[in-house]
């Protein structure tokens, strides 16, 4: 297992237009974790899921933005009606789901609304 | 929520010294504190982590700290390389959904040669 895979690496995309980004978690890790990293400041939380169901999602989720992890497996994040300041690193983790074990971080989605 | 503030946001040293960074938080049922570091591009990457039961951890040339009673947390690094340049993130979370973690802002650590 290579880690938490991530695609694509980097996206450059039209205001207005919709994109999704995929992420392949590491193997039997029951949770997900989607992040937004603007440029000089620490990822921010966006939403998680245990399994197939979303548990939580950020005040910063807003409506536009849609995540999906249909059999508990890879999970897609899409925009839709990108804006500028949706230019940012949206980062996806995994953990295996238990107490006390710790989330591994994919390279991220760089994308840049033009 | 919780709050997570992290000092300094640059360091320079030369190599071979040390490095501290420190961060305070404010939720007093966070009891998980991860590290991360960051390198141009990629995604962060934990290099140590403390919970809240202990008040010190250690590996190798990287310790961490947490004073739970002043809600701080330390991160030091020593005999640093230039490889250990990068941007490093504190984190703060709770045991029972360690990935759902506040960050800092980072700071961006360069050593030099």
Redesign the interface.
């Given at each position: 297992d290579t880690g938490v895979s991530q695609d694509p690496r980097h996206k450059i995309t039209k205001r207005g237009q919709n994109v999704t980004f995929r992420c392949d978690p590491i193997s039997e890790h029951n949770r997900l974790y989607w992040y937004r990293q603007t440029l000089g400041q620490g990822p921010e939380f966006l939403t998680y899921f245990q399994n197939e169901a979303q548990l939580e999602k950020s005040r910063l989720l807003s409506d536009r933005f849609s995540a999906e992890r249909p059999k508990g497996s890879f999970s897609t994040l899409e925009i839709q009606r990108t804006e500028q300041g949706d230019s940012a690193m949206y980062l996806c983790a995994s953990s295996p789901g238990q107490e006390d074990t710790e989330a591994f971080f994919g390279q991220g989605t760089r994308l840049t609304v033009v | 929520g919780e709050n997570?503030e992290?000092h300094p946001s640059t360091l320079s040293v030369q190599e071979g010294d040390s490095a501290v960074i420190k961060c305070t938080y404010s939720d007093s049922a966070s009891n998980y504190f991860?590290w991360?570091k960051q390198e141009l591009?990629?995604?962060?990457?934990?290099i140590i982590?403390i919970?809240s039961n202990v008040g010190e951890k250690k590996d190798q040339r990287i310790a961490v700290t947490l004073n739970k009673t002043a809600k701080h947390f330390s991160l030091h690094i020593t005999e640093t390389q230039p490889e250990d340049s990068a941007v490093y993130?504190c984190?703060a979370s709770r045991?029972?959904?360690?990935?759902?973690?506040?960050?800092?802002?980072?700071t961006t650590l360069t050593v030099k040669p």
């Open positions: - | 997570v992290q991860p991360y591009g990629k995604g962060p990457q934990l982590d919970r993130f984190a045991n029972t959904n360690a990935g759902k973690s506040t960050f800092g802002d980072g």
